[in-house]
């Protein structure tokens, strides 16, 4: 399994970003991806998670009602949409593709929100 994540970059804080995970080498519909983040010295986080199934969709506290998480099964690819952006934000974002028994991670992408 392969997971490429890419759509990082530098934006004003208020801006928009939008991250894309696309994964190879499984059968999408059967995991639930997650973005999390880590920013320096800090722990990684879980950001938002979508089920590959069925669409359902969790979102932490802190991005809630800025952040959507959609899917589209057709590419195998997940799209992390982040409106309002603020400098909290700043990290680096993984995409995690998991099921019951298996766990992959893909390379980051960094997220810079400048003020």
């Known amino acids: 399994v392969q997971l490429q994540a890419s759509g990082g970059g530098l934006v004003q804080a208020g801006g928009s970003l939008r991250l894309s995970c696309a994964a190879s080498?499984?059968?999408?519909?059967?995991?639930?991806m997650g973005w999390f983040r880590q920013a320096p010295g800090k722990e990684r986080d879980g950001v938002s998670y979508?089920?590959?199934?069925?669409?359902?969709?969790d979102y932490a506290d802190s991005v809630k009602g800025r952040f959507t998480i959609s899917r589209d099964n057709a590419k195998n690819t997940v799209y992390p949409q982040m409106n309002s952006l603020e400098p909290e934000d700043t990290a680096v974002y993984y995409c995690?593709?998991?099921?019951?028994?298996?766990?992959?991670w893909g390379r980051g992408t960094l997220v810079t929100v400048s003020s």
């Open positions: 080498g499984c059968t999408f519909t059967n995991y639930t």
């Open positions: 995690n593709l998991r099921a019951a028994r298996d766990a992959y």
């Open positions: 979508i089920s590959l199934s069925d669409g359902d969709t």
